[in-house]
T-cell receptor, first 113, second 114 residues
Framework: DQQVKQNSPSLSVQEGRISILNCDYT??????FLWYKKYPAEGPTFLIS?????DKNEDGRFTVFLNKSAKHLSLHIVPSQPGDSAVYFC????????????FGTGTKLQVIP | EPEVTQTPSHQVTQMGQEVILRCVPI?????FYWYRQILGQKVEFLVS????????KSEIFDDQFSVERPDGSNFTLKIRSTKLEDSAMYFC????????????FGNGTRLTVT
């Protein structure tokens, strides 16, 4: 049962343009959402998160949008840079500090110079 | 910036052998986790650990697996009798006190079972 889904396995974007990565979830108990970036042979690196009480969170070039009614979130990267090329994982957890984080399958982003 | 460190970076073992994967979480964190990623697949939850006991475990985390926090800094994952299908990247993670606190991951141990 895939509770967190990233339907696009890959995405190519020109440098300087916007990258939009999408994620859907099914578990209505999730109330904290995260995006991680992963390079080969490294661990996931935390990028940005959003609580279910918000619909937008911004950090520099990264913005996460949450649509609770649609159970959908997206990560916008603008402007995209070649160094952003990596696999991006959407993740979600329920409330409580000990709760596990459930990962999506990832989207491989390639930013073309 | 504090980070989660894992050793070894690569472990090769024969089927049936015991392995211990080691992690040093971020020092003021309270929640500890192990995840794994089989090549080309998603990052899967194995176990969470809080207040010196397992909080939650997945169906992957069977009797062959155990975790321990033997002192104030280390967090270990033991696989008692490795199988070929245990070959994967194993990631340790920790998170802080706040309820909505992200998990911070180490760079992983690549376990190869031959």
């Amino acid at each position: 049962d895939q509770q967190v889904k990233q339907n696009s396995p890959s995405l190519s974007v020109q440098e300087g343009r916007i990258s939009i990565l999408n994620c859907d979830y099914t578990n209505s108990m999730f109330d904290y959402f995260l995006w991680y970036k992963k390079y080969p042979a490294e661990g996931p690196t935390f990028l940005i998160s959003i609580s279910s009480i918000k619909d937008k969170n911004e950090d520099g070039r990264f913005t996460v949008f949450l649509n609770k009614s649609a159970k959908h979130l997206s990560l916008h990267i603008v402007p995209s840079q070649p160094g952003d090329s990596a696999v991006y994982f959407c993740a979600a957890r329920g409330s409580g500090g000990y709760q596990k984080v459930t990962f999506g399958t990832g989207t491989k982003l390639q930013v073309i110079p | 910036e504090p980070e989660v460190t894992q050793t070894p970076s690569h472990q090769v073992t024969q089927m049936g052998q015991e392995v211990i994967l080691r992690c040093v979480p971020i020092s003021n964190h309270l929640y500890f986790y192990w995840y794994r990623q089989i090549l080309g697949q998603k990052v899967e939850f194995l176990v969470s650990f809080y207040n010196n006991e397992i909080s939650e475990k997945s169906e992957i985390f069977d009797d062959q697996f155990s975790v321990e926090r033997p002192d104030g800094s280390n967090f270990t994952l033991k696989i008692r009798s490795t199988k070929l299908e245990d070959s994967a990247m194993y990631f340790c993670a920790s998170s802080g006190r706040a309820g909505n606190s992200p998990l911070h991951f180490g760079n992983g141990t690549r376990l190869t079972v031959t």
